[in-house]
């Protein structure tokens, strides 16, 4: 790290080319990961990333580069570079007054992942292993993967803002195999958190495999689903996967600005049900896709993004916010310092309603329950979407009977979101890693139980 005096001199030379805004984003990362088959490790990797990411902007247009040369000639000669793009010369000769943000830190680290023998996380992963491995005769293999990462940042910009933040993460994946009759098919579980070893202090490693076997047991027994529309009911967690994807993605102002996206100019209009609402959250202590400030510096902040149908607001990044003439919303995110950031979702989900699962259950004389939702495709622009359901059940006569596999729900976001007319009251949230433009970032779904009145079931009649 050098004096702000340094940082200064960097961004005043990206100014000097005409740059309306510059800044510099500056990372030291740590990453591991271990994987086991069949309770043996198979492998097992770490290493440290550092490097800085210079960007400037000239009106609405963006320009970025990057560097793993973290020597001020170094960081001199990316901002050369963008400066010589932008190509308008200029006189500047300020040194610019950085005033460094201050906040509570929401996700404190007890035990950071470097500080950890590897035979303690080799330990809880042999935990996962015979959860899943031991659930059923018919589980035929089990991959466990752990993941960690310790990650530093420190934001600079030609504005005064000085920010840094702390961010660890942990997760466990299992994928149990199961296979009966020739017939095969894969449970998934992945649970992480933004902390550190600790984070196994309150997720149970072995219940965590048993509810992946749980899910390929039960679906390598069942039946086929029978395809047509129908009434389905997602069941709450992983199942708001179908609101991040086909939804929230098309709330993020990168297709927003552009235009290119279904809910583009319709702020204040309704666009749901009135018994939906919707928030993106980033300030949860210790959730997966929480942190302090974005990737901009911006303090993050709790964003209501549909208030009882209406649309209230979208996850803006700085960029966005010069494009849509609105505020940033603490949205902006990146994979690591060679991507440019872009507004992102952190912690996206539903919230609850009135009803009990039960009650949502009984009301539905047939159709399907989506238990947990697996793969997927969404057409951002237009909000098609296709999901495969990983554990499904059909309901009939108000009650959840036989199981059944191969499902897959086919529709539109905007419409979805109209048509569902029953909230439960049991929210709750699962991880995973969301891909855009600026890279794979862990973020948070979630939603309570919901019933959809309508919607197109993939099966066989």
């Known amino acids: 790290m050098y004096s702000d005096e340094a940082y200064s001199a960097v961004i005043t030379k990206i100014l000097s080319g005409g740059a309306d805004f510059a800044e510099i984003f500056l990372e030291e990362r740590y990453t591991g990961s271990i994987s086991m088959v069949q309770g043996e490790v198979e492998g097992s990797v770490s290493g440290k990333l550092f490097g800085a990411g210079l960007r400037a902007f000239k009106g609405t247009r963006s320009i970025y580069a990057y560097t793993n ?29 950085f005033r460094e943000r201050e906040y509570v830190d929401l996700c404190p680290v007890l035990h950071a992942p470097e500080s950890v023998p590897k035979k303690e996380k080799v330990g809880v992963m042999k935990l996962a292993h015979e959860g899943a491995s031991t659930f059923s005769s018919t589980i035929s293999q089990v991959v466990v993967n752990y993941i960690e990462y310790d990650q530093n940042v420190w934001i600079y910009n030609s504005e005064g803002v000085k920010a840094q933040d702390h961010r660890s993460r942990t997760r466990l994946a299992i994928s149990a195999v199961a296979t009966k009759n020739g017939n ?145 919303t603490g949205s902006a995110r990146r994979q690591d310092y060679t991507y440019a950031p872009t507004s992102r979702m952190s912690n996206t989900f539903l919230l609850p309603g009135e009803y009990y699962p039960e009650e949502i259950i009984a009301a539905t004389d ?22 495969a ?51 794979s970032i862990p973020a948070d779904v979630g939603q309570p139980t919901v019933k959809v009145s309508e919607l197109i079931v993939g099966g066989r009649n």
């Open 69 to 97: 040369d973290l020597s001020l000639d170094g960081l001199m000669k990316v901002a050369d570079r963008l400066k010589a793009v932008i190509d308008q010369e200029r006189d500047v000769d300020t040194v610019i007054d």
């Open 184 to 328: 095969m098919e894969t449970g998934f579980y992945g649970p992480g958190g933004a902390m550190g070893f600790e984070f196994f202090n309150i997720k149970d490693p072995r219940a965590a495999g048993e509810r992946a076997a749980r899910i390929a047991d039960r679906m390598v027994k069942a039946e086929y689903a029978p395809a047509g529309k129908m009434p389905v009911i997602i069941s709450n967690e992983f199942g708001g996967v179908i609101f991040h994807e086909a939804c929230g993605h098309a709330l993020e102002a990168t297709g927003v600005a552009k235009g290119a996206s279904v809910f583009a100019g319709k702020l204040g209009q309704k666009i749901a049900n009135e018994c939906v609402s919707a928030v993106d959250d980033p300030t949860i202590p210790n959730a997966w896709g929480s942190a302090n400030v974005d990737d901009e510096g911006t303090p993050t902040r709790r964003n209501l993004l549909i208030d009882k149908g209406i649309l209230k607001n979208y996850m803006i990044d700085r960029l966005g916010a010069i494009k849509m003439r609105m505020e940033p």
């Open 366 to 387: 047939y159709g399907l329950y989506a238990k947990s939702l697996g793969g997927g495709s969404v057409m951002p622009s237009t909000g098609e979407f296709n999901f």
């Open 389 to 439: 359901v990983m554990e499904g059940y059909m309901i009939e006569n108000g009650r959840i009977t036989r199981p059944v596999r191969g499902a897959t729900l086919i529709g539109k976001g905007d419409e979805v979101l109209t048509k569902i007319d029953m909230v439960g009251n049991d929210l709750a949230r699962g991880q995973g890693m969301c891909g855009s433009i600026s890279g």
